[in-house]
């Protein structure tokens, strides 16, 4: 633990001084309160507070730009060591693979909690003051910031695996965002096809909605509008979250980043430095 501790630190200290970490709270913040302050119109006409609306706004966001984000973090975790040679000098210290891969993962996952809790609760703390908060609505922020917090961990291990695959940190960077695009935008665009095609028969049914489930990202979105239902009636996805029990998002969510982790410690104990 102390070594992982250790090796978080030098981490942190590294995010900071490459204005990692500052350049992701002022996104979260800069984007969180815009669509706050852009949703204060509607509320009116769909009978629900500024915060409601605001969270819906802002799970939407999350989807897109918490995987972005852990993944610009992450891409270079490994392939960058071995890119500069200090792969090598840091594994001639008393220190796992493991450890390594677990420090860098605390540190990264630390910086990203920060964005999440500052840029979310910034924008939170402003829909109540201006528009009012339910104890629904606040349920669902809580949720809003707990999920992204499990989706960019989630979208961090899977960037240590793409760092550990590639070669190089530009071959790195390119799987990144092609992993992005196919987890984020081509498989929500494929399932719609799908169902489109497939007309309201069994596979929109009975097969969608867990499909649905098994991708973080959409993991993500149906766990935190399942904490109101006007935030689930706002972002459209009452009926697939009405289809699934309970227990599947989360399940998912916290599934995913373990399972993530695992496979990236697994290719780096392969990796020649």
């Not at 629904?136 to 499990?150: D, K, T």
């Not at 009636?233 to 998912?252: E, H, I, R, Y």
């Amino acid at each position: 633990m102390a070594r992982i501790l250790a090796i978080s630190s030098i981490e942190y200290r590294i995010a900071m001084r490459n204005r990692w970490a500052l350049m992701a709270i002022l996104i979260m913040m800069l984007f969180s309160l815009a669509l706050t302050f852009a949703g204060a119109g509607p509320t009116g006409a769909l009978g629900v507070d500024l915060l409601t609306v605001s969270v819906a706004s802002m799970t939407t966001l999350a989807v897109y730009l918490t995987p972005l984000l852990a993944l610009l973090i992450a891409f270079d975790a490994i392939s960058g060591e071995v890119e500069r040679g200090s792969l090598a000098l840091l594994l001639t210290y008393p220190v796992r693979r493991s450890e390594i891969l677990l420090g860098k993962f605390v540190a990264h996952l630390a910086v990203l909690s920060v964005a999440m809790l500052i840029g979310f609760g910034a924008a939170g703390m402003a829909a109540f003051a201006f528009g009012g908060a339910g104890y629904e609505s606040l349920i669902a922020l809580g949720r809003l910031v707990i999920g992204s917090i499990l989706l960019g961990a989630t979208f961090l291990a899977i960037g240590y695996a793409v760092s550990a695959l590639s070669r190089s940190v530009a071959g790195a960077a390119g799987t990144a965002i092609g992993v992005w695009l196919v987890l984020v935008v081509l498989y929500d665009l494929g399932l719609l096809g799908a169902v489109v095609f497939d007309d309201g028969g069994t596979f929109t049914r009975d097969i969608f909605p867990w499909l649905l489930a098994f991708n973080p990202a959409d993991a993500f979105r149906l766990w935190s509008i399942s904490a109101s239902a006007d935030v689930a009636l706002a972002t459209g996805m009452t009926g697939a979250g009405a289809a699934l029990p309970s227990w599947v998002a989360p399940l998912s969510l916290v599934s995913w980043p373990v399972a993530a982790l695992v496979a990236a410690q697994q290719i780096f104990r392969r990796i020649d430095p």
